[in-house]
């Protein structure tokens, strides 16, 4: 069983200068596992594996991803680790972290 996750972005998760791991961050074409709808944001556990070849993604959680269309790499501070849990995209929180207003 696979889910099948577009827009799809590899995210390193960093802290300060120390690499956690990636993650697959990206938005749910089609779920086999019926635990996400069509159009949901999924943000996966950390990547185990990665088959550029099938477009296929494991993570630590035995989940398996297909890959569909092109994707990009970028990257989060663990900081901001919990904004993409939540359903932002790295770009979102990119323009989160640029906005002079703080919120508390």
Known sequence: METYV???QIVEVFDAETVI?????????DDQTY????GDYVCSS??????????VVITASKSIYKL???GIKSKVAFS???LLRN???P???EILNQSPTTLH
Do not use: A, C, M, P
């Open 6 to 8: 577009k827009d799809w």
């Open 21 to 29: 791991g990636d993650v697959l961050w990206g938005i749910v074409e």
């Open 35 to 38: 635990r996400f709808y069509t």
């Open 46 to 55: 950390k990547i185990t594996r990665v088959d550029i070849v099938n477009h």
């Open 68 to 70: 569909v269309g092109e």
């Open 80 to 82: 901001n680790f919990e």
């Open 87 to 89: 359903g932002f995209s």
């Open 91 to 93: 770009q979102e929180i």
